[in-house]
């Protein structure tokens, strides 16, 4: 064995034992919309397809056409061969989606938020920086990334980022505010415009992270940053999730946007994203601002669920979207239970540390605008028997 190979095998034992290892599992997507997994169908409570745009005609329609127009790849980074009319395009329509001056494409909002952040970073040397302590893990990375220091403020906590801001930020040449509009794991939103007006008082920028509320909350599914209009510097969020294709966006200022293209390296240096990735976001722009009816039922899908889970003596924390954590503590537990539902035909992922602090593992149960109350119920009554 090589010496990699066999510091790599002592690696994944100490994740063993500490319990965190974790495999890769194929789930596929039926055209209905469910999950096989062992070949069994399985109600999706789990992926973030939420208006279930990924198996959508007219995108993969769309995605075929551009194909078939523009090729499989754009060839080469944006800034040397890879940026075609059509990316330019699409850039537009996300601005004048988010009602933003301009929008930046970027490959994954991983990559979105691992670049753009440290690129921000490096415009003002020393900016502090101060992040809600449940921001996702791409946003922890970009200012690891920067080498900067962050200050964390407990969770929705704003009281708690006054303190931090006056405190650490005072004599610092710049601020950074690091948030999300909807929480990955828990489902709940913070106070945008008591956020905004905070921002403002400290002479702090304000960046947002939509990748959970784009398409699914706000005018349109315009992003809940619509609702504090000019109040939000950047603005990222994703086409992976209620899109339902691949990559993400940065909708800013010109300013901001000529200067990621100078500066963000994971924009800079990677790939232009190709014909059949944007030909899928194009077709979802054309659906999503009319979806006002899937987004009404999945709010009060969210309801039913967040009822139900009360019902059963289950903690959903403060979510008041499509994400509704069932908390359960123990990282077996839950994992058990999740392990059951599936037995029971639900796909109910279990989230355990290291993505959620220790003593929080949970089912995270994502709502789709394309399931009914029966779904739900169904739901709640395999909880109510596997627990
Ligand atoms: N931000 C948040 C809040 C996320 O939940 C995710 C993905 N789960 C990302 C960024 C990364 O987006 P992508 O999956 O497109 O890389």
Request: with cysteine; glycine share 10%; charged share 20%.
């Amino acid at each position: 064995m090589s010496t990699l190979d066999s510091l790599l095998h002592a690696a994944l034992d100490r994740i063993a034992r500490a319990g965190q290892r974790r495999v890769l599992r194929p789930a596929e997507a039926t055209p209905e919309g469910a999950i096989t997994r062992d070949g069994r169908a399985l109600i999706d409570f789990s992926s973030n397809d939420y208006l279930g745009l990924s198996r959508h005609p007219v995108l993969a329609e769309r995605a075929r056409e551009w194909t078939a127009r523009m090729g499989t790849g754009a060839g080469a980074s944006r800034l040397v061969t890879g940026t075609r009319e059509a990316h330019l395009a699409l850039e537009a329509r996300v601005a004048a989606f988010k009602g933003t001056e301009a929008a930046l494409i970027f490959a994954s909002g991983w990559q979105a938020n691992a670049a753009a952040i440290p690129a921000l970073l490096a415009a003002a040397p020393g900016t502090a920086v101060f992040a809600d302590r449940l921001v996702h893990a791409s946003m922890h990375g970009g200012i690891a990334a920067a080498g900067a220091r962050q200050h964390r403020f407990r969770h929705n906590d704003l009281d708690h980022l006054e303190t931090l801001l006056a405190e650490k930020g005072a004599a610092a040449p710049a601020r950074l505010i690091l948030t999300e509009s909807v929480f990955s794991m828990d489902g709940d939103v913070p106070d945008l415009a008591r956020l905004a007006a905070i921002a403002r008082r400290h002479d702090a920028a304000l960046y947002v992270d939509e990748a959970h509320a784009t398409g699914v909350l706000g005018p349109g599914g315009a992003g809940l940053s619509a609702g504090v209009p000019g109040q939000v510097d950047v603005i990222m969020g994703t086409f992976s999730k209620a899109l339902g294709g691949f990559g993400a966006y940065v909708a800013g200022s010109r300013a901001l946007i000529d200067y990621l293209v100078n500066a963000a390296s994971g924009f800079v240096f990677s790939t232009a994203p190709p014909p059949a990735v944007l030909g899928a976001i194009d077709a979802a722009l054309d659906l999503v601002p009319g979806m006002d009816a899937e987004r009404a039922h999945l709010a009060a899908l969210g309801d039913r669920l967040r009822g139900g889970l009360a019902r059963l003596g289950l903690d959903h924390g403060a979510s008041a979207t499509q994400i509704v954590p069932a908390m359960i503590g123990a990282e077996d537990a839950a994992m058990a239970l999740s392990a059951r539902l599936e037995q029971a035909g639900m796909l109910a992922s279990a989230i355990r540390p290291p993505t959620v602090p220790p003593g929080t593992s949970r089912l995270r149960l994502a709502l789709k605008a394309t399931q009914g109350e029966a779904q739900v119920d169904a739901l709640l009554a395999a909880i109510a028997a596997c627990r």
